[in-house]
């Protein structure tokens, strides 16, 4: 369907609104405008987006042809441009959803919760239910999980007021991607809203739908460990710089990275017989009992370029159990990630 | 040769020095260091790259290991790593040529020359003589020529003190652009060295040696219209921003866009039917014959971006015939660029 490359314009009362749609999430936004005549288009996205890119700083005139050549004219400044479109009657409008306002959040903690969750969602589509964010509200939390198996990231903010009514639904990285692109940062709030098998975020005009995926998402309060054999603080940049530089001379060996503890030093290290080791070693403080574990780099930098926290507390549970990591004295973020066995 | 994707260290007296090749292009830098016991070892650039870009701020102490398996060890605060490398003595040693001193001529400048020519160097290897820039010294001046056969750049300088002797040659131009990398701007004088079939480029400890394109180079004075019908002066912003944009709706019909100049406004337009179509006028001062001429636009963005005036002057000679580029008022960087034939 060609026409989905398109984005749509249509004139309301002193307002244009543009939406586009790839059939699973769709987006729409409103914009003040005066309008003289009323018209309605849809024009090759990709240019539509150059062409406003490029705009000078002045007002925007955009007059509709709807006849065939059905075509838009940009006037601004001394530029002016005519491009051709299609006409709106074609372009495939769902049905706004009935929905119901489950929760109010900001824009910078929704966008803030993506960004420390979307990371751990699969890419692998056989396993559809784990290439979304699970989205959980209850009284007064809104929750955010994301998995592939391998590791998983849990992020919680409290609601104020409390939820309207309960929620869980598995919402596409993609559409979460998208979202967290779209949306203001900030303290103007993001409405959540659930429909049958669709969720709908809006903000002032920004309004962004996505159909559900369908699916039970793995108990993820199962995965999280409940206690720990030794605790270890320390300094997040100080961690996230010592593991990737340690990770140069581990990428051909499956990105592993080795820790222990001996009192109050950690040491990091990584062996690829045919390219070289490395060792550093970082200030921590730790309780517990002393072990030795092996993570992969990569699900290590992932999560601590994210964890906006001056301290990770890091917990451990054995060699071949799964260690957490959480901002230093928080609680509203954890991320779980199974160790690489190579200690029997 | 495997070994050719290693950096070769070797300890000077009071310095490291680091060489590569690609045999035919070499670039050296020796660089002050404590040297407590000589060595010399090569690495895998790449990995050795990426460890000291993310080295901590402090000393780094190299020690090398030339007995097999042969090793450095690069250490450096809390860190410390062991990479495997090659022995130095397998490195392709080229002696160095005997070269004979031509000119000098500032970091700052050499630079801007090749930014300002080498975009116009040819790609097409059925030509060699036309894929790098043509360098010519004589007396007071040192030049800069590359042409792909639809344009020309050509930048000049003036030398002082002159030239030692004349030279004239044909460096290829990735060598041009790795040495503009690796140059130090600002004033640190740029020797350049004439050897057999080898030109050789000396900034303090910096030296980069490159094999010369064999050939002979198209008469560049030959192309360049000694008079003009009409003479266009605008600004260089305004004409970038109007011709980035008017060139969107150009995209799909071979970049063509159109200029015509109608008292103190120049139009310049573009039309791709099944796309749509731009226009936009930009005040000029214009003296002459009035004439239609359509450019080829990426051609014409890549020399406005590095034009480096505020006052861009251009020569037309006729819808057929190539047009000129220079900086407003200024004799020493000049374009030429054949007109699209659109207007019969």
């Known amino acids: 369907m060609p026409i989905l490359n398109n984005v749509f314009l249509g004139s309301q009362k002193n307002a244009i609104k543009l939406m586009a749609t790839d059939l699973e999430t769709g987006m729409q936004i409103s914009i003040p405008a005066t309008v003289t005549e009323g018209g309605a288009i849809t024009i090759p996205a990709r240019l539509f987006t150059e062409i406003v890119a490029h705009l000078p700083e002045d007002d925007v005139q955009l007059q509709v042809k709807e006849e065939a050549p059905t075509t838009i004219e940009v006037a601004c400044g001394a530029s002016s441009m005519e491009v051709l479109g299609l006409p709106a009657t074609d372009f495939p409008l769902a049905p706004e959803p009935e929905s119901e306002a489950v929760c109010e959040v900001t824009g910078e903690l929704l966008r803030g919760m993506i960004r420390q969750t979307i990371f751990s969602a699969s890419t692998d589509e056989t396993r559809p239910f784990l290439t979304g964010v699970y989205l959980l509200v209850e009284g007064k939390e809104i929750k955010m999980v994301a998995t592939d198996g391998g590791r998983l990231a849990l992020r919680r903010v409290s609601l104020d007021p409390p939820a309207r009514q309960k929620m869980n639904a598995i919402v596409p990285a993609k559409t979460m991607h998208e979202l967290a692109r779209a949306l203001a940062g900030g303290e103007e709030k993001v409405t959540v809203n659930l429909a049958e098998k669709q969720v709908v975020f809006v903000q002032g005009q920004l309004r962004v739908t996505s159909r ?66 490395a060792r550093e070693e970082v200030e921590v403080a730790a309780e517990g009992e002393g072990m030795q574990v092996a993570f992969n780099a990569k699900y290590l930098l992932d999560v601590l370029g994210v964890l906006d926290a001056e301290e990770t507390q890091l917990e451990l549970t054995g060699p071949l159990s799964p260690g957490t990591l959480r901002p230093g004295g928080r609680n509203d973020y954890i991320y779980v990630l199974a160790p690489v066995r190579v200690y029997a």
């Open 212 to 277: 559900l995926i369908a699916g039970q998402f793995p108990n993820y309060q199962q995965v999280i460990p409940q206690e720990f054999k030794q605790r270890i603080r320390v300094n997040t940049d100080r961690l996230l710089q010592a593991v990737r530089r340690v990770s140069i001379t581990a990428r051909d060996s499956a990105n592993v990275v080795r820790f222990e503890v001996a009192g109050a030093k950690m040491t990091i290290s990584s062996n690829t017989p045919e390219v070289g080791r």
